[in-house]
């Protein structure tokens, strides 16, 4: 083996050194300014060329490569190390009261109303980074403000941040202070994966973040997408910038990512405004938070205000309600719904979570009860975000005293005594009787709702009593009930047996995809009830159809189609069709199906068109007559493409599916031949 000669070594340093300016480019383009100039597979070439040069001459690797994400020396991992500054915490206020008493203070401190900055306080793991003249030398957690534990080498596997800073003079030593997250998504993929390798699942984002960081193997960090914003200087050795806004400038032109929604605030009614907007778009963006931060934007104002022992005064963290909590479970119990499914739900300790109090919680089903892990006299932790209903989403099992136990799905139905099945291929157990009490009950409930034959008045507890008192059996009773039946139910007067009896004779009218929805019928949503309503136009019609005729309907499928002919096949079914016919209930109607120039023609739409949202360019082809589906099949029209469309475009290519680019559409819409 000779040695490699001079020229070649001098052109590799070269294309050594281009290759990670570009590759240092590309992930500033992509990780702070969200604008990426190349595609992924284009960033894996450079990357790939990069790690070959290296790899053929060694003595070109520097530690700051885009390479060395991972492998470097874990000797130091997790031992303290003392911060540059305290890490202060922030002070909190929970509404617009105690927000206006800091506020209050701010002003009375200064002698006038600052400047502020509003961030979304990210629920994530707070950490500082140190880079030395540029190089990034430690990373390590807040620990209790002053020492944290060193976690350099899973710090330097986030790719979001920097190994080098961007820019010709970087200060001798900076200090930064930033949250490191995992985004929802990603957190849903991991515990997905988690759960696959019959791996515990991680509770919240949060969690598996802090569980990344302190990750033993690096290798296994660098394979999550851990990713960062920073907010804050601990140490800059140079010149400071004046304030937090002009800070935030200064850490972007660095290479180093700050938080796209920061936003400076001129008066108290924009800090309310901004409050008010992260509350709204709390479950809209990317990331879990649990507040917005508000601070002083100048520091030469926040060095007036200065801090307590533990707070700064110039910054304050406005908390959300919190989402989790912990509680105890008391009690696993079944209840039995509809289509007779039999689930578990929790019986918990009342606890306040997402501004509410709550004592039940589901828990979906007996497997995944299983897969969490959770026993009866366990303390869980329980959620509730936004108008998702609550749900127990972890055990924590350093707090079992042995006394727990585990759940045992009953045997039998805890209503009708019946035995429970569950179908081998299925999660679900169910109550097989449909004569089921609580079946009958849900049925009922059901019919009546909002979204189907939209009874007012006619709630659980009505409808329990009707049952009770032996008055309704069946959905088709209802329309059967005399005022003096009505007036058996308790605390019902004149005035609102008129109202439940005006309220049953009105949804007789009720248009047939309602009363199709309001059978109940399994996998028959409100959109496939529409469908079959659409293609038939009638309730005898569709009891009628065999199941081939019901299944080529665009959007309903085999699947559907099976429950649908089970149901019409049942002989309650077909008793329960002439009461509601004996009873005048609409049974058939002309469907309003607009027919036009498209009619009979279907489109499937992919990628953005620059004239129109997706919404403007279904109603255009639904006021001519035409349908617009999600799913691309040799039944297809058209697939009209947009802007970077999706693999629609290869399957339309193999289903022979003729496409329209925007041009084209817009000439079918006006009426030109589209070619
Ligand atoms: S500023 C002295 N800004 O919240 C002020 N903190 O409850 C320093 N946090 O330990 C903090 N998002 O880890 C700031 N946009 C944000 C934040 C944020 C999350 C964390 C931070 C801090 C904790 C205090």
């Given at each position: 083996m000779h040695a490699p000669d001079e020229a070649e070594l001098s052109s590799a340093k070269q294309r050594v050194e281009e290759l990670r300016a570009q590759i240092d480019h590309h992930n500033y383009r992509y990780?702070?300014?969200?604008?990426?100039?190349?595609?992924d597979a284009e960033f894996d070439g450079l990357l790939r060329e990069l790690r070959g040069l290296e790899g053929r001459h060694?003595?070109?690797?520097?530690?700051?490569?885009?390479?060395?994400?991972?492998?470097?020396?874990?000797?130091?991992?997790f031992a303290p190390i003392r911060h540059s500054a305290r890490l202060l915490s922030l002070d909190n206020v929970f509404d617009d009261e105690e927000l206006v008493a800091w506020r209050d203070r701010v002003v009375k401190g200064l002698g006038r109303e600052p400047t502020y900055v509003g961030e979304p306080k990210i629920d994530g793991v707070s950490i500082a980074v140190a880079y030395q003249r540029g190089r990034l030398v430690r990373g390590a957690t807040r620990?209790?403000?002053?020492v944290g534990e060193d976690v350099t080498a899973n710090v330097r596997?986030?790719?979001?941040?920097?190994a080098r800073l961007r820019g010709g003079a970087p200060p001798d030593w900076l200090e930064v202070r930033g949250e490191v997250f995992l985004r929802v998504a990603d957190f849903e993929r991991i515990n997905l994966e988690m759960g696959a390798a019959g791996k515990p699942l991680f509770a919240n984002p949060r969690n598996a973040t802090a569980g990344l960081l302190r990750q033993k193997d690096p290798n296994v960090t660098a394979g999550r997408p851990l990713t960062v914003y920073f907010h804050g200087?601990?140490?800059?050795?140079g010149k400071s910038p004046p304030s937090y806004s002009a800070t935030l400038a200064y850490l972007r032109e660095l290479g180093l990512r700050t938080h796209p929604e920061a936003k400076m605030l001129g008066t108290l009614d924009d800090v309310r405004a901004y409050v008010a907007d992260m509350a709204a778009r709390r479950h809209a963006l990317e990331h879990e938070i649990d507040g917005a931060v508000i601070k002083v934007d100048r520091f030469a104002d926040a060095n007036e205000l200065g801090a307590t022992s533990k707070f700064p005064r110039w910054a304050i963290a406005y908390k959300f309600p919190a989402e989790e909590q912990t509680t105890k479970l008391r009690d696993i119990q079944v209840s039995v719904g509809r289509t007779g499914a039999v689930t578990p739900f929790a019986m918990l300790e009342p606890v306040r979570v997402g501004g509410v109090t709550i004592s039940m919680a589901t828990l979906h089903n007996a497997e995944e009860v299983a897969r969490k892990g959770v026993l009866i006299g366990d303390t869980v932790v329980v959620r509730r975000a936004g108008e998702v209903i609550p749900e127990v989403?972890?055990?924590?099992?350093?707090?079992?005293?042995?006394s727990e136990r585990a759940f045992v799905m009953p045997?039998?139905?805890?209503?009708?005594g019946t035995p429970i099945v569950r179908p081998e291929d299925e999660a679900v157990a169910r109550?097989?009787?449909?004569?089921c009490p609580a079946q009958v009950l849900a049925r009922i409930v059901h019919f009546a709702s909002r979204g189907a034959?939209?009874?007012?008045?006619?709630?659980e507890r009505t409808a329990g009593e009707m049952l009770d008192r032996g008055?309704?059996?069946?959905?088709?009773d209802i329309f059967y009930l005399t005022p003096d039946q009505l007036g058996q139910?308790?605390?019902?007067k004149e005035k609102s047996i008129a109202n439940l009896s005006a309220a049953i004779g009105a949804a007789k009218d009720r248009p047939i995809d309602r009363l199709l929805y309001g059978?109940?019928?399994?996998?028959?949503?409100a959109s496939a009830a529409r469908a079959l309503a659409d293609a038939f136009g009638s309730i005898d019609r569709i009891a009628a159809a065999p199941s081939e005729e019901i299944a080529a309907?665009?959007?309903?499928g085999d699947v559907i189609a099976g429950a649908v002919r089970a149901y019409f096949d049942r002989p309650e079914t077909k008793e329960q069709l002439e009461r509601l016919r004996g009873a005048g209930v609409r049974l058939e109607e002309q469907r309003a199906s607009r027919t036009g120039p498209l009619t009979g023609q279907t489109f499937v739409i992919t990628g953005t068109l620059a004239a129109f949202s997706r919404e403007e360019a279904k109603t255009r082809i639904e006021a001519l007559g035409g349908k617009v589906t999600n799913s691309l099949s040799s039944k297809t029209t058209y697939l009209v493409v947009g802007d970077s469309p999706g693999t629609k475009l290869d399957k339309a290519a193999k289903l022979g599916v003729a496409t329209l680019d925007e041009a084209a559409f817009t000439r079918l819409l006006a009426g030109d031949p589209p070619g």
């Open positions: 990780y702070v300014l969200d604008a990426p100039e190349v595609s060694p003595e070109l690797l520097t530690p700051d490569s885009p390479t060395q994400r991972v492998g470097g020396s874990v000797g130091a991992l620990g209790d403000g002053d596997t986030i790719r979001a941040v920097p200087l601990i140490r800059i050795d989403v972890a055990p924590i099992p350093s707090l079992r005293d042995g045997r039998d139905c805890p209503v009708c109550c097989p009787n449909l004569q034959m939209d009874i007012e008045h006619l709630g008055l309704v059996a069946t959905p088709a139910l308790p605390n019902f059978f109940g019928i399994r996998h028959v949503g309907v665009e959007g309903v």
